[in-house]
């Protein structure tokens, strides 16, 4: 690991927040919140091409999420399914390859179909990887992999001392993705709420105060020059 200034950002992930807030302020449903939210997916997508950053993950919808009025969860869902249905062409036109983390099982049988024909559609796309966090919490992630790292220490396929961080690392929904060089959350929030726990022991946090709504390329490119300017140490001098 290095310390020097400038480094390239390879993995931004954000924290999508505030399209209820968004709504509200303009006397909207919330539901109208999260369809804005959509051209700023297009428009940070388009931003992170531009830069050569080759994954950009999206918290789309929490663990947490599910325990929201069920109107509102049903609408996300159907925002979902139109967002795969309408980006399928484009992600293999650009060439970017989709990836979906999370308890996708939680999913409807219809919207898993949908991620499961994109995600095999893309696969081999080169441009970026766009990771979708769907049904994600970072504590369940963490708990899943305990148990099955448990499970074959059990069996005597690995001992104890073999645990390490990379065995970890690789029992998690991220195993081939590198780590989040920058994360950023909007509608001023400071927290991460179950998001990639383990993944950004080392990110660099950018809070933008605009709702997720309002978020555009230039905010994105805002936060990249700020990541610029911090100094990652990674602990070390
Ligand atoms: C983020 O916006 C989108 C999801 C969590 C699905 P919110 O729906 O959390 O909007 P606020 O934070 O209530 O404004
Ligand atoms: C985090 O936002 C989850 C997503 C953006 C998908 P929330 O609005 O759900 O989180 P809290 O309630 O502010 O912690
Ligand atoms: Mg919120």
Redesign the pocket.
């Known amino acids: 690991m290095t310390s020097s200034n400038h480094h390239h950002v390879s993995h931004i992930a954000i ?4 399209n ?1 807030r968004w709504a509200k302020e303009r006397g909207l449903p919330r539901a109208e919140g999260h369809r804005a939210g959509a051209e700023s997916i297009r428009e940070v997508t388009e931003a992170c091409i531009e830069l050569g950053v080759k994954y950009l993950t999206l ?4 663990s ?2 599910w325990n929201r009025p069920k109107a509102e969860v049903d609408a996300l869902m159907k925002l979902l399914d139109r967002f795969l249905d309408d980006k399928a062409a484009e992600l293999d036109k650009q060439k970017i390859r989709l990836q979906a983390i999370g308890d996708l099982d939680r999913l409807p049988a219809a919207t898993r179909k949908r991620l499961d024909r994109i995600q095999e559609r893309t696969k081999n796309h080169q441009t970026m990887t766009l990771v979708l ?1 769907l049904s ?1 919490g970072a504590r369940e992630e963490i708990t899943a992999a305990v148990r099955a790292i448990a499970k074959a220490a059990v069996a005597g396929e690995i001992s104890p001392d073999q645990i390490d961080g990379e065995l970890i690392a690789q029992h998690l929904y991220t195993k081939d993705i590198p780590d989040p060089d920058l994360l950023i959350r909007t ?1 001023g ?1 400071m ?1 991460v ?3 990639l726990l383990w993944q950004i022991s080392y990110s660099e946090i950018v809070i933008v105060k605009k709702m ?1 709504p309002d978020f555009r390329q230039a905010d994105l490119f805002a936060a990249v020059e700020e990541y610029n300017k911090r100094h990652r140490r990674f602990g070390a001098l």
């Not at 924290?15 to 505030?18: K, L, N, V």
């Open positions: 924290i999508m927040d505030g209820g918290y789309a919808f929490s947490e999420n966090a994600y509608s929030e927290r709420s179950n998001f997720w």
